[in-house]
């Protein structure tokens, strides 16, 4: 199975951790960045495939610039230590990159570049642009500039949602353990790696835990979450140790190293992964148990008969939660109408709502093409 994900692979998303990438004094590991960027330009010239950078870092060797001696809590001062860490940080890896004479290209985004469908498209458009010209992209979060309303939350995430910009075939996260454990490693002695992960349910998620680390904002649960992004996106993930020498050659030759974790068997299109794990939700809508399960068994419109409530303040075509009865999210979507229509046409027959609104644009408030399903609803259980 290993073997078979591998030898397809053409295109690769390798995302590395400020763990990975930096000492415990918080400066820069040279010979992670050596290690890493002499199996890169390796594969390439012996099996073609393409690589895309997500890098974190910027933040982390900052700090070690700075003084700092945890993550600061300041906005400010945290965008400050990106700014000075982002230069060192590009810096090495054009200098190892120079060494095998292949160029690197940095880009930086926040939540709202990939937010508009047409910057989406662009940034698509620009990493193959750069791949054609036989560049290695790098990406990072730009922490200089971002802010809540427009941030992705940590690196992990943004390494899943470049595996649809890009259209790779695999996401590999790489982090400061061999993988996904069974039990926190760093307190239970007797903690079993999981080579691998079918799919991921409520129990993986559970044994994932938090992070408690002072430098990075992801954690694995963080890394379970990015890779449950990308297998619905229909791509393996595999979460592996980024300082052992020699770690992408060895998943490469399809070693037992790390977890891996299967993509889901039902990929949504790029479309669809844009609606759901892109676009942030502006709201929430909250159906009963017969719209619920509609939406979910049978993959029907969201009609205005079964929404029960409305929350939040959104527009037309912005994307919203669909919550069951208990108010779990279990869809998402964008809205044919706004918070305000949907709260005055709510449990109405669709024929109802050009008396209502006096007109009546769309029969469904959420059109199937326009949902995406996560998960069951809890109202149909």
């Known amino acids: 199975m290993r073997k078979e994900i591998i030898r397809k692979v053409r295109r690769a998303v390798v995302k590395l951790g400020s763990y990975v990438l930096t000492t415990p004094s918080w400066k820069l590991d040279r010979k992670v960045f050596s290690d890493i960027t002499r199996s890169i330009a390796s594969l390439r010239a012996d099996r073609g495939i393409e690589f895309i950078m997500v890098t974190s870092g910027a933040v982390a060797t900052g700090m070690g610039k700075l003084g700092f001696r945890e993550r600061p809590r300041i906005l400010a001062q945290e965008q400050a230590a990106a700014a000075v860490g982002q230069i060192g940080l590009m810096g090495l890896y054009a200098r190892q990159f120079a060494r095998y004479h292949i160029q690197v290209g940095q880009i930086l985004l926040t939540h709202g570049d990939l937010r508009d469908r047409k910057r989406f498209l662009n940034a698509r458009h620009t990493l193959e642009s750069l791949l054609d010209l036989g560049v290695v992209p790098v990406i990072n979060e730009n922490d200089t500039v ?13 390494s899943s949602l470049v595996t649809n910009v890009a259209q790779a075939d695999v996401l590999i996260i790489l982090t400061d353990i061999d993988g996904v454990y069974d039990k926190d490693p760093h307190t239970a002695p007797d903690a079993q790696l999981i080579p691998v992960i079918r799919s991921i349910d409520t129990d993986i998620e559970q044994r994932a835990g938090t992070t408690h680390k002072t430098i990075s904002r992801g954690g694995m649960a963080s890394k379970i979450k990015a890779a449950k ?18 770690i992408l050659h060895d998943i490469f030759s399809a070693k037992n190293v790390g977890t891996l974790i299967l993509p889901d068997q039902n990929k949504l299109t790029s479309r669809k992964h844009w609606i759901a794990f892109i676009l942030k939700p502006q709201g929430s809508i909250q159906v009963d148990a017969g719209a619920a399960a509609a939406m979910v068994e049978k993959g029907r419109s969201l009609l205005p008969s079964g929404i029960i409530a409305v929350k939040g303040t959104f527009g037309a075509g912005e994307a919203v939660s669909c919550c069951d009865a208990a108010g779990n999210e279990f869809a998402r979507g964008l809205s044919a109408y706004s918070s305000e229509e949907i709260d005055k046409i709510k449990g109405l027959k669709t024929s109802q709502i050009e008396k209502v609104l006096g007109q009546c644009p769309r029969p469904e408030v959420i059109h199937r093409d326009d949902l995406v399903v996560l998960k069951p609803a809890t109202a149909m259980e």
């Open 229 to 246: 992004t990308a297998a619905l996106f229909g791509i393996p993930t595999i979460i592996a140790n980024g300082k052992q020498p020699g």
């Open 146 to 158: 971002v802010v809540d309303e427009i941030k992705f939350g940590d690196n992990d995430y943004l």
